[in-house]
């Protein structure tokens, strides 16, 4: 009796012992995750913020071509303004300082709001323009003025010069839609993740294309119509290595088949989508045959016994059932698609592309690559947009990890 009390005393320890870790273990994950989350947030956060400066726009007709109001010189205007209210600023070199405390799109800011209200030629209005991206640094607090001029990018005029249009209330913070509606740029201010937003559209909804309906129909073929024979044990084993293959070497695939065999063009969302949909298939595949395998058979059984054939026991009563399962193991595949930059770095989707795409053919970014161009940038500036773009990135992937958790709970059955 003694020795069994005695080894029941140290398996009790034992499985004490294993919960303490395991509980440690979560809880250290949690802490490193929150860890992550703040660290990110505290970097970006600004970044949903621009500094803008209100400029007296003095608009003489004689200063603007009706005719063609594109070669008007915008640049030269915003120069004047400048010098307008800063009179007492001269030579050369304090001018062009001068000139960078507003952004270089201010110009053309300018430009487009002439197109949209000819009227204002002759006028004098008044036009809130973003501050250049170290004005806006210096205005968050990311730059101490306290600091030695030459340990600063922010020169000591240009201080003199924020104080005096904050007192004089030209100096504010607004909430930065530019971020979220223009594409990529050289200057901070200016840049923005819609361009690699509608990127990532486009090339997720060529993968969901391609890869869904693959996927199904191999997975219901390998589960219910395939003979088990070496061959079907050959593509298995083959299915589930590909899942675990780095997303690098399918990149490599894309460039030598898609690219260099095929002629199809980089940069492309169609070929990222292309690429995607080899990566994704394995998921996909292994998933949708789980699901079908958590069908019970008296399911089949029944459709059988009926008078239906196999064709109309599989469509018509296992696949709507497994239906589910196979739309989870999809949208998990589209998160980790989306989150994926080493296979289209391979096919040239890390390009420099300002313009919008208008399609899946046209040259295009993505977000995880869009943040890779960002990082790799020396301006303080593009650091908080990075940590923003990667905050706009995990809300997309907990939003389609939240759905999948939601579809999962809403229409599974337990039999």
Known sequence: ???????????????????????????LAVVFLLMLFISIIGKG?????????????????????????????????????????FPEVSGRRAKRTLYR?????????????????????????????PADAEVDMFVKGYIDRNLPEDDRQIKNNQIKWIDQLTDESRLEKRFNTTFFTAGDSRNPEQSGIWGATVGSFYTLLVTILLSFPIGVAAAVYLEEFAPKNKLTDLIEVNIN??????????????????????????????????????????????????????????????????????????????????????????????????????PLLMIGMVAFIVDIPGGAFDPSTVLPVQIFLWADSPERAFMERTSAAIMVLLGFLILMNAFAVILRKRFERRW
């Open 1 to 27: 009796m003694e020795v069994v009390t005695a080894g029941l005393k140290k398996r009790q320890q034992s499985e004490a012992i294993f919960q303490f870790l395991g509980k440690g273990a979560i809880v």
């Open 241 to 342: 290595n590909l899942a675990a293959v780095p997303s690098i070497v399918f990149g490599l695939l894309g460039l030598a088949m898609f690219i260099n065999y095929f002629g199809l063009p980089r940069s492309a969302p169609f070929v990222g989508g292309l690429v995607l949909t080899l990566m994704t298939l394995p998921t996909i595949i292994i998933s949708s045959r789980a699901a079908l395998k958590s069908v019970p058979p008296s399911i089949r059984e029944a459709a059988l016994g009926i008078g239906a054939s196999k064709m109309q026991a599989i469509f018509y009563h296992v696949l709507p059932l497994a239906m589910p399962g196979m739309l989870t193991g999809t949208i998990i595949g589209m998160a980790q698609a989306l989150g994926e930059s080493a």
């Open 45 to 85: 956060y600004s970044a949903f913020q621009q500094t803008y400066v209100k400029l007296d726009i003095n608009l003489p007709s004689k200063s603007i071509n009706r005719d063609n109001i594109d070669t008007s010189d915008f640049g030269g205007i915003i120069k004047a303004t400048l010098r307008e209210m």
């Open 101 to 129: 405390i507003v952004s270089q799109g201010a110009s053309f800011q300018l430009k487009e709001k002439i197109k949209q209200n000819p009227d204002l030629i002759g006028k004098k209005f008044e036009l809130w323009v």
